[in-house]
């Protein structure tokens, strides 16, 4: 074997042994380079006589051409390699659901989700929404609802009060949402139909009540409503809110100073499983909510005539039916802020609660 066989065979060697782009170049430089093992085979042909350089070109010259060839194709076939093993490293399948985004994660508080179902539920049914001030006059949260001076009924809401101002009135934290009622007469003519949800404040605190809490008030007033119109409503309320196909509800007459008549209302339930309420059947009642008929002083105070509009009303505690519906046995830990409760009792964000998409899910 010649000397220029020997250095072929081990430059061809280096170039199958080479394992990236990086191995290939250096074999390259090592042979072709300025001061490569060919490179330098070159040089000597000029030193060379006529005659042996007619010899000896043609070798050198055909290992180069072939040493070329041979890097080349080595080259290409690391570089699909290496495209190969980036393409299996890199792949994605776009098959795989979408990671949760941080929004995503999110929960949306029960209180929350519940408005926005009765804001759907009530929305279907025509009402609009109409919010008032958290901290109201004693006018708009007892004078015009019909509250005497020193009726024992001002008393029964455990009032939080604030220090009188100038003149020696006293503003209060609302009691419930029924002066939203007053504040929307004076600013909507009939027809109304209006819900309201909002906080209330009263001073009473254990594990079904709170100082803070949310009632949904909500009112109708036109020339006809009537108790047989209310009555319809409600029941269509409780059954698209509980997600049952029918509700038992009993009237039962009642006493509210800004509802003649008053009604409290009770809906069939069964609690004989415990630690679980179910609505639509059984044999035991619970109570829901107040409502009535629209007192004429109250219509009066808010600017209507009572002998040309009528109407009904009613209030709901929003804890309470949450409570219910989701079945959390404790109002304490709504308003604790712990992601934990939350996480476990919360809401997707995304899922907006509406009739036709479903409520809850
Ligand atoms: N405001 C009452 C409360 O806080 C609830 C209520 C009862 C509201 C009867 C009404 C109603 O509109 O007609 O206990």
């Known amino acids: 074997m010649t000397e ?8 061809t060697e280096a170039i199958a042994a080479a394992s990236d782009e990086q191995a290939i170049e250096a074999v390259r430089v090592a042979a072709l380079g300025k001061k490569g093992t060919i490179s330098e085979r070159l040089k000597t042909l000029g030193a060379m006589s006529p005659e042996e350089r007619q010899s000896m070109g043609p070798v050198i010259n055909g290992l180069k051409n072939r040493v070329t060839d041979a890097l080349a194709a ?3 076939e690391l570089k699909d390699a290496a495209i190969a093993v980036r393409l299996a490293a890199e792949k994605v399948d776009v098959t795989l659901p979408v990671r949760q985004s941080p929004a995503e994660r999110g929960r949306i508080h029960p209180i929350s989700q519940v408005i926005d179902e009765i804001a759907a539920i009530f929305g279907d049914l025509g009402f609009s929404i109409a919010e008032g001030p958290d901290v109201e006059t004693d006018y708009y949260n007892f004078t015009a609802l019909n509250f005497p001076e020193g009726h024992p009924a001002r008393e029964m809401h455990d009032t939080f009060f604030f220090n009188p101002d100038a003149n020696g009135d006293r503003k209060v934290l609302r009691t419930h949402t029924s002066p939203v009622q007053i504040r929307t007469m004076e600013t909507q003519k009939p027809p109304i ?8 404040y009263r001073q009473d605190s254990d594990a079904t009540h709170s100082p803070m809490f949310h009632q949904v008030e909500g009112l109708v007033i036109d020339k006809t409503a009537n108790v047989a119109n209310m009555k319809w409503v409600l029941e269509e309320f409780c059954k698209a809110f509980f997600e049952v196909p029918s509700v038992k509800m009993r009237f039962r007459p ?3 100073p800004f509802t003649e008549p008053s009604l409290e209302v009770d809906i069939q339930c069964d609690r004989s499983r415990p630690g679980e309420v179910r609505f639509g ?4 009642w619970m109570e829901i909510l107040g409502c009535g008929m629209v007192h004429p002083n109250v219509l009066r105070a808010g600017g209507l ?7 009904f009303a009613w209030g709901m505690g929003i804890d309470r039916i949450a409570m219910l519906k989701y079945g959390m046995p404790d109002l304490r830990a709504f308003f604790d802020a712990d992601v934990r409760w939350l996480a476990h009792y919360g809401f ?9 998409g479903g409520l809850s899910n």
């Not at 139909?193 to 209330?200: A, L, S």
């Not at 059947?281 to 035991?284: A, F, K, N, P, R």
Request: aromatic content about 10%; cysteine-free; hydrophobic content about 30%.
């Open 305 to 311: 005539d009572p002998d040309e509009y009528q109407g």
């Open 193 to 200: 139909r209006i819900v309201i949800p909002g906080k209330t």
């Open 281 to 284: 059947e059984g044999s035991d």
């Open 4 to 11: 220029i066989d020997q250095l072929e065979r081990s430059i």
């Open 348 to 356: 997707r964000p995304l899922d907006m609660p509406t009739l036709f």
């Open 74 to 76: 080595r080259k290409a």
């Open 254 to 256: 009642s006493f509210f």
